[in-house]
């Protein structure tokens, strides 16, 4: 990598430093009246994650109970390694927003756009608060984040005709948020408006729109189990 390519990756790095030390941590455990008030459903989401692998005692929103993904993965860990629930989700929310980043990137070069304004357009998203510092600082909204990137993958998929993102897109999207079913009927009509003799990824539009729908029936059938609300 060239000097002037690393100036901007060191440039990204500045701003995720600055991020994360002009921002604020909240705990779900010592300060829950902000939590309540600013991010109300991390607490479905701390009781998904507290009793992973057994079902809730008590009720929770059904839509809540749907996106179970993420703070079970983040129970199975937390008992696997010794590492608090939170701190454990504040990693998983890292992680993602990394990779939000780097698919910023991508889709911005695929564009045509010249290396130095992709830099700074992926730059501009570090001041969108809803996707970095909102979730930083109540990491129990873990889902919102990651069903953003899942919806870049699957956009970039269907934009650039690439099977394997838009596929990894709509499985994760679906498991992460459920109003990702809507993009079903874009991509319905992506299909019937295709008139290209690709018809490899015009069954995969198809299979994504399947994926979509049998994926809010599984998750549907899953938030039962955890909670009758």
């Known amino acids: 990598m060239r000097f002037d390519q690393l100036k901007y990756v060191y440039l990204l790095f500045l701003l995720s430093t600055f991020l994360l030390f002009t921002n604020r ?67 998983l929310v890292s992680i993602v927003l990394f990779w939000g980043v780097c698919l910023t990137y991508v ?12 830099f700074a357009i992926t730059g501009l998203i570090f001041i969108n608060p809803y996707l970095f510092r909102i979730p930083l600082t109540f990491p129990f909204m873990a889902n919102d984040p990651a069903f953003v990137v899942a919806s870049i993958l699957t956009t970039f998929g269907l934009l650039s005709r690439r099977a394997t993102p838009m596929l990894v ?27 290209s003799q690709n018809y490899r990824f015009k069954h995969v539009k198809l299979i994504c729109v399947a994926l979509l729908a049998g994926g809010y029936v599984v998750t549907s059938s899953v938030a039962r189990t955890i909670s009758s609300s």
């Open 169 to 195: 897109g709509v499985i994760f999207g679906i498991l992460f948020r459920q109003t990702m079913l809507l993009l079903a009927a874009p991509i319905l009509f992506s299909w019937a408006l295709d008139s």
């Open 107 to 118: 889709f911005v070069r695929w564009f045509g756009i010249g290396q130095r304004f992709s």
């Open 25 to 91: 941590f909240v705990s779900i455990y010592t300060d829950p009246c902000i939590v309540d008030k600013a991010a109300g459903d991390s607490f479905s989401y701390c009781a998904i994650a507290t009793h992973f692998p057994q079902p809730l005692a008590y009720k929770i929103p059904f839509h809540h109970a749907q996106r179970f993904t993420l703070p079970y993965l983040a129970g199975k860990i937390s008992r696997e390694t010794g590492v608090s629930i939170e701190s454990t989700l504040r990693t």
